[in-house]
């Protein structure tokens, strides 16, 4: 399974933008990159998900690399509610495998 | 519409002693999912099944057992509990689409054996 790497933690300003770096440099060509979070004491949630181009949704957008070997969540506006761990995990499509190998994430917090 | 529901929400176990965590969703998702969240850490993968009948090892499934006899219940068994196995437990379900397979949550079961 390929792996991602995250920053341990980030901080940031209410209101205003975030961005979340993963490296994915061993991505295949099949491989979806999904981005879940998870607030405090509760399960991950669903945040976003793309294979080669830039996403949109009203959470957040994903910027994919052309070469695929990084990506970037963007929190276009920072609230104290996006205070979470960010994961950054790779999808095998191909292989028919629908299994999820979660890092450690991405520790944000929001400042007021 | 509940999603995906667990109980009990926390227990306390004994060393030796077994308990079933319950999972259950009323989304008619194929696939579910067990997973373990130790403190400070991301998930670790359990079982697995693709549906009622099938199931299969993650990456952590010792000393836990699994079935799926329906598509809405997949209970996760632990016999003689250990103290390695005081985590936090979270059942998922996901409908496997192109690209997608967006996997939705339970709130989880904080287990500490002592």
């Known amino acids: 399974d390929a792996k991602t790497t995250q920053p341990n933690s980030m901080e940031s300003n209410e209101e205003e933008p975030v961005h979340l770096p993963c490296n994915h440099s061993?991505?295949?060509?099949?491989?979806?990159i999904h981005w879940y979070r998870q607030l405090p004491s509760q399960g991950p949630e669903y945040v976003i998900h793309?294979?080669?181009s830039n996403v949109n949704n009203r959470m957040a957008s994903l910027a994919i690399a052309e070469d695929r070997k990084s990506s970037t969540l963007i929190l276009h506006r920072a609230t104290l509610r996006d205070a979470a761990v960010y994961y950054c995990?790779?999808?095998?499509?191909?292989?028919?495998?629908?299994?999820?190998?979660f890092g450690t994430g991405t520790r944000l917090k929001v400042l007021a | 519409n509940a999603g995906v529901t667990q109980t009990p929400k926390f227990r306390i176990l004994k060393i030796g002693q077994s308990m079933t965590l319950q999972c259950t969703q009323d989304?008619?998702?194929?696939?579910m999912y067990w997973y373990r969240q130790d403190p400070g850490m991301g998930l670790k993968l359990i079982y697995y099944?693709?549906?009622?009948?099938?199931?299969d090892k993650g990456e952590v499934p010792n000393g836990y057992n699994v079935s799926r006899s329906t598509t809405e219940d997949f209970p996760l068994r632990l016999e003689l509990a250990a103290p390695s196995q005081t985590s936090v437990y979270f059942c998922?379900?996901?409908?496997?689409?192109?690209?997608?397979?967006?996997?939705?949550f339970g709130a989880g079961t904080r287990l500490s054996v002592l």
């Open positions: 998922a379900s996901s409908f496997p689409g192109q690209g997608a397979n967006i996997q939705y």
């Open positions: 061993t991505i295949s060509g099949t491989d979806y």
């Open positions: 793309g294979l080669t």
């Open positions: 995990i790779l999808r095998d499509n191909w292989a028919g495998t629908y299994k999820y190998i």
């Open positions: 989304m008619n998702h194929n696939y």
């Open positions: 099944s693709v549906g009622a009948g099938i199931t």
